[in-house]
Nanobody, 125 residues
Framework: VQLQASGGGLIEPGGSLRLSCAAS????????FAWFRQVPGKEREGVAC????????SYADSVKGRFTVSRENARNTVYLQMNSLKPEDTAVYHC???????????????????WGQGTLVTVSS
């Protein structure tokens, strides 16, 4: 089982990036996913999640209206579209997953079992 996050990079404030989380070794359709971010010295923050059952989504207040999480089960991939990026969005972004067909999702890190290695997003001019 492996989660591979990609798509990070250096972007100017106001720009957009799309992160991808490619799952291998399991069928992503049966799993719920979440994106977390972490900066040194701070707790890992749950940014967005998407369920398997009803593809319900949930967002942290800090990103609501700017970020969109989606999934493409045929490609075993989950995405995080990030628009109107701000310097405070700078962090290492991780995807996480756990097998769960229920409706609804969680942005609590202890609710997830599988973790990707992270991709760095730097928002700076």
């Amino acid at each position: 089982v492996q989660l591979q996050a990609s798509g990070g990079g250096l972007i100017e404030p106001g720009g957009s990036l799309r992160l991808s989380c490619a799952a291998s070794g399991f069928t992503a359709a049966y799993y719920r996913f979440a994106w977390f971010r972490q900066v040194p010295g701070k707790e890992r923050e749950g940014v967005a999640c998407i369920s398997a059952g009803d593809e319900a989504t949930s967002y942290a207040d800090s990103v609501k209206g700017r970020f969109t999480v989606s999934r493409e089960n045929a490609r075993n991939t989950v995405y995080l579209q990030m628009n109107s990026l701000k310097p405070e969005d700078t962090a290492v972004y991780h995807c996480a997953s756990i097998q769960d067909l229920a409706n609804g999702c969680s942005r609590i890190k202890s609710d997830y079992y599988f973790w990707g290695q992270g991709t760095l997003v730097t928002v700076s001019s």
